[in-house]
Nanobody, 123 residues
Framework: VQLAGVGGGLVQAGGSLRLSCVASGHTFSNLIMTWFRQAPGKEREFVSTINRRGDYTHYADSVKGRFTISRDNAKNTVYLEMNSLRTDDTAVYYC?????????????????WGQGTQLTVSS
């Protein structure tokens, strides 16, 4: 499977942006999809994950209530809708997938990664 994340950019604090990640080379509906991010000088961290059918999601506390993960299995795409953006949301955002039916927030459980897309939130 290959993942391609798009949609990053420069946004003012309080603004919104949507990231997309398109998968190819695998049956998308069989994949758990997860977003991670890595801020400058920090370790990569979990953001959100969604199950195969798209009816169960999980979020990091830092984004809960502001970010929404969703997927369109017909378009082989997972989305991350980000609202009320803050300067500390500035990071490179990665989509990833894991070959299992159980959700995980750990990087080690994900074996395929997108190239990352930069989000910069200005004050």
């Amino acid at each position: 499977v290959q993942l391609a994340g798009v949609g990053g950019g420069l946004v003012q604090a309080g603004g919104s942006l949507r990231l997309s990640c398109v998968a190819s080379g695998h049956t998308f509906s069989n994949l758990i999809m997860t977003w991670f991010r890595q801020a400058p000088g920090k370790e990569r961290e979990f953001v959100s994950t969604i199950n195969r059918r798209g009816d169960y999601t999980h979020y990091a506390d830092s984004v809960k209530g502001r970010f929404t993960i969703s997927r369109d299995n017909a378009k082989n795409t997972v989305y991350l809708e980000m609202n009320s953006l803050r300067t500390d949301d500035t990071a490179v955002y990665y989509c990833a997938t894991r070959p299992d039916a159980v959700l995980s927030t750990s990087e080690r459980d994900h074996d395929t990664w997108g190239q990352g897309t930069q989000l910069t939130v200005s004050s």
